[in-house]
Structure formats: C-alpha cells, structure tokens
T-cell receptor
C-alpha cells in the first residue's frame, strides 16, 4: 500500500525550461511534506518543504505547491539547469512528526 | 561539519550468509534512522533510535534483521541470514531531535545478495 506515489519514473527537460515533478498521497493525516534530491552514490539531501497549512513555498528556483483537497503536491524548478539532473523524492511526515514516508522517486534529466 | 559515515560502501554476499553495516551519525545527533531502498523505490524506514533506545521498529523484519546503537552514537544493522530480496541500498540518517528535524543521510551501503 503506497501512501506516497510519484507516477512519473523519469522526466526530461531542456535547460532553461521549467521542470514539474508531481507527487500524490493517500493519507490525510500527513501534515508536512518534503522534497529530497539524490545524486548517484550519495544519500538523499533535503531540498524544500511545505506545511499543510500553506499551499506554496518558494526557495530560489524551487517552488513547492500543495493541493490538500486533491492530496497532490508538485515541485517546480525554474529555470532548470543541467546540475539539477538527479532523482527527486517526495516524502510525507506523519502527524507524530517522527516518520517519513517516501515516494518512489522521479529521475530528472536536464539537457543542455 | 562531518556528515553521516557508513561502511562498507558495497557488499556482495550469497544468500543465507550474514552481513553487518556500520553507521556513524553526525556528532551530537540524538536520532538515528536506518532505511532500506530497493532499486526503483523510495527509502523505507526500518528502525529509528533516540539515543540508544528504539523509537520505532515496526517495519523491521525481526526474524532476520537486527540493529543496535550502543552508547547512543554508532549503530550497526545486521541481516542473518540474507535473502535475495534483501538486495538494496541501506541508508543511515541522523537528526538532532525526535520531532521532525532535518534528516541528514549517509551515502548508503549497496548490498547485493546472490
């Protein structure tokens, strides 16, 4: 039973364009969401997060949008750069604040 | 600041053998996590320690997996005996508190069971 799903295993984008990575969840008790970025042979690193009381959080080129009614969030990267090529994981935090549930990841390839 | 250290980075064993992984968290981090990441999937939490006590091990297959965190610092994760489906990357992470604080991940140990 996957509570956090990333339905696109891969995404290819041209440098300078927008990358949009999507994530859906099923558990309405999740109240904090995070995006992690993972390069090969490295552990995931935290990228950006959003609380369920917000619908948008922006940090430089990265913006996360949350649609609670649809149980959907997305990560926008504008403009995309070749160095953004990595696997991106969406994760949700339980309301006890101690367990992260990860999606399966989306591999982003930004072409020069 | 030194990151989370893990060893070995790679391990190949045959099924039914035993294997152990080691993790050294960031200095001062009270909370330590072990995750299993199967190819094509996201990390799945196996066990969470707060200092040297277990907070959550509900997803740890206790018939073959065990973990300990002696003295509340380093941790080891053991699999005995290993099965083919245990092939995965085992990630260790640490954070400074129990309620959500940013988790810092180590590079992982890639286990291949033949």
């Amino acid at each position: 039973d996957q509570q956090v799903k990333q339905n696109s295993p891969s995404l290819s984008v041209q440098e300078g364009r927008i990358s949009i990575l999507n994530c859906d969840y099923t558990n309405s008790m999740f109240d904090y969401f995070l995006w992690y970025k993972k390069y090969p042979a490295e552990g995931p690193t935290f990228l950006i997060s959003i609380s369920s009381i917000k619908d948008k959080n922006e940090d430089g080129r990265f913006t996360v949008f949350l649609n609670k009614s649809a149980k959907h969030l997305s990560l926008h990267i504008v403009p995309s750069q070749p160095g953004d090529s990595a696997v991106y994981f969406c994760a949700a935090l339980n309301n006890a604040g101690n367990m992260l549930t990860f999606g399966g990841g989306t591999r982003l390839m930004v072409k020069p | 600041e030194a990151g989370v250290a893990q060893s070995p980075r790679y391990k190949i064993i045959e099924k039914r053998q035993s294997v152990a992984f080691w993790c050294n968290p960031i200095s001062g981090h009270a909370t330590l996590y072990w995750y299993q990441q199967i190819l094509g999937q996201g990390p799945k939490l196996l066990i969470q320690f707060q200092n040297n006590g277990v907070v959550d091990d509900s997803q740890l297959p206790k018939d073959r997996f065990s973990a300990e965190r002696l003295k509340g610092v380093d941790s080891t994760l053991k699999i005995q005996p290993a099965k083919l489906e245990d092939s995965a990357v085992y990630l260790c992470a640490s954070s400074s508190g129990t309620f959500y604080n940013e988790q810092f991940f180590g590079p992982g140990t890639r286990l291949t069971v033949l």
